[in-house]
Structures are given as C-alpha cells and as structure tokens.
C-alpha cells in the first residue's frame, strides 16, 4: 500500500514573520521621511564660490555650458566626452521633467571652504555632494567654476 503525501506546505508563521519585517521596514522609512530623523545633515561651512551654469544638448552631441548670469561659453563638451557630467545632468534634467519643470533654470555650482563642491537645482531642490563621485568627477565639475581670485599657480 503506498501512502499519498501532499505537497509540503511552507510555514504561515515564516510567511508572517516575513510580512511583518516588510511592514516595519516601510514604517521606518515613512516614520523616517515624515520626521527628518535619520537625515545627516551636510557639515557647517560657508561658501566659497558659485556660479550659475546653463546646460544644452545640440544636434552635433556636444553640450554646451554657459554662465546663465554673463551668458558667457564656459565650455563646449564635445560628444562622447565628459561622461559623468552627462550622466548627472540627464538624471537632474529628468527629475525637473517629471516634476513639470523647464530646463531653462540654472543649476548653481557652489564650492564650499571646506573643499566640497556641489550642484544644486533650485527649480527641484535637489543637491548633489559631487566629492561622493571621487576625485575625477570633482574636477569635471571643477573646471565649470570660474578662476580664484588672488590664486597663483
């Protein structure tokens, strides 16, 4: 005589002990948003230098940096060059489309006097720490900046 045994069936107290994980981690994360705690908050520190800069796209592939307060050429990035710059300014540019903004707003390059540097879009206020990116990345976003006064090479 053979017995006819059924599928294993999986433990209902491992599928609820996974459900309540999924539903504290989402209360934590909302309970985290909602009340800020949990943000680190960028160091104290005052700022050096900003420049307003104006990006666009042209059919060549080049782009184009601009100072949006001179109107002044900062630089011309020729197609298949300065990667990351790209990179980021697509995803900044798609976060302004998804929230119904132009792209007619500057973005703001600021250095700060403890060495950091980075971009931020008033129209989302969004802000990127550039020095997470590495050293290379940095510089890209460098050479946007204007010259230091007073600075000898």
């Known amino acids: 005589m053979s017995e006819t045994e059924g599928p294993e069936r999986f433990p209902k107290s491992m599928l609820y002990a996974a459900g309540l994980m999924i539903a504290l981690s989402l209360a934590l ?68 489309q998804a929230e119904g903004v132009g792209s007619d707003a500057p973005f703001k390059l600021i250095l700060w006097d403890d060495g950091r540097l980075s971009l931020v879009d008033p129209s989302t206020d969004e802000h990127v720490f550039l020095n997470a990116f590495g050293r290379d990345n940095v510089n890209a976003f460098a050479a946007l900046l204007p010259p230091r006064q007073g600075k000898t090479s």
């Open 29 to 96: 994360a909302t309970w985290s948003r909602v009340t800020g705690k949990g943000d680190v908050p960028p160091p104290d520190a005052d700022l050096v230098m900003e420049r307003s800069l104006l990006f666009s796209d042209h059919s060549d592939g080049s782009v184009r940096v601009h100072d949006a307060d001179t109107g002044e050429l900062v630089e011309v990035m020729a197609a298949g060059t300065n990667g990351f710059v790209r990179s980021l300014m697509r995803g900044l540019a798609r976060k302004r």
